[in-house]
């Protein structure tokens, strides 16, 4: 069987919900609510749901991969919109650079690891 998935989208959890909810709308995404306990986040060519849900061991081992065009100006961006200052739980990386390309990384206000990726052209 072949698939022909038109998008993936992860579920991730919460320890705050309404505080993640502010976090990912300052962090650029649009919010679709759902229910009252879940909304969509999206791009324009990503989307992930986020749940009114905490469980410490699910949410601590959560990571997501963004890919980016150019990791430095995100790296830019994100420092000069203060989203760190803003929640005091949200810490961010500097640029490590790997074999495959380089990243940076950003722990939302319950955890959740995102790394803000860019792969060398010969990788992708």
């Known amino acids: ?11 991730i ?7 993640s909810r502010e976090f990912y709308r300052d962090l650029g995404f649009d919010e679709f609510v ?3 306990n879940m909304s969509v986040f999206k791009t324009r060519e990503f989307a992930f749901y986020l749940q009114d849900y905490y469980a410490k061991d699910w949410v601590d081992n959560t ?5 980016v065009d150019n990791v430095q100006d995100h790296l830019g961006k994100l420092k000069k919109s203060g989203i760190t ?13 790997n074999d495959w390309g380089n990243e940076f990384f950003l722990h ?3 955890g959740i690891l995102w790394h803000f990726g860019e792969f060398n052209t010969e990788v992708k």
């Open 1 to 11: 069987m072949k698939l022909k998935p038109k998008s993936i989208r992860p579920f």
């Open 13 to 19: 959890g919460s320890k705050d919900y309404n505080l």
């Open 34 to 36: 759902i229910t009252h």
């Open 63 to 67: 990571m997501v991969f963004l890919e």
């Open 85 to 97: 200052e803003t929640y005091a739980t949200v810490r961010c990386s500097e640029i490590v650079c």
């Open 108 to 110: 939302d206000p319950s």
